[in-house]
Nanobody, 120 residues
Framework: QVQLVESGGGLVQAGGSLRLSCAAS????????MGWFRQAPGKEREFVAS????????YYAESVKGRFAISRDNAKNTVYLQMNSLKPEDTAVYYC?????????????WGQGTQVTVSS
C-alpha cells in the first residue's frame, strides 16, 4: 500500500500561484498513474488532473486547463501540481491518489490533503 503525504497549500490572493507536492512511500511509485483531486466545502470531491505512469500523458479538468500543470519526479517519488492564475473557486482541500491509468478513478486511500485558500 502506497502512503501519500500532500503539502504546499496555503493562502494566496486571486491571480497568484502555488505548487503542491505529494510524496509517496513505496517502491512502486514509478508504475503508478497519479492524480490530484479537490474538495470544496459542501461539495463532492472532484478530479483535477492526472499523469500516467508509462508515458507521462496528462489530463485535466476543464476548469483548470491552461492554469494548472501536473508533473512527476520518479526519483523523488513525488507528484506536483503547479497552480497558476488561481481563482477563489479553486479554494478547496487538495488530495493526491493513484488512479487507474487513462481514467479519473482513484485507487488508493486518501491522505490528509492540503488546504488551498484563494482570496478575492
Amino acid at each position: 500500500q502506497v502512503q501519500l503525504v500532500e503539502s504546499g497549500g496555503g493562502l494566496v490572493q486571486a491571480g497568484g500561484s502555488l505548487r503542491l507536492s505529494c510524496a509517496a512511500s513505496g517502491r512502486s511509485f514509478s508504475r503508478l498513474s497519479m492524480g490530484w483531486f479537490r474538495q470544496a466545502p459542501g461539495k463532492e470531491r472532484e478530479f483535477v488532473a492526472s499523469i500516467t505512469w508509462n508515458d507521462d500523458r496528462t489530463y485535466y479538468a476543464e476548469s483548470v486547463k491552461g492554469r494548472f500543470a501536473i508533473s512527476r519526479d520518479n526519483a523523488k517519488n513525488t507528484v506536483y501540481l503547479q497552480m497558476n492564475s488561481l481563482k477563489p473557486e479553486d479554494t478547496a482541500v487538495y488530495y493526491c491518489n493513484s488512479v487507474l491509468t487513462g481514467t479519473n478513478q482513484p485507487l488508493g486511500s486518501w491522505g490528509q490533503g492540503t488546504q488551498v485558500t484563494v482570496s478575492s
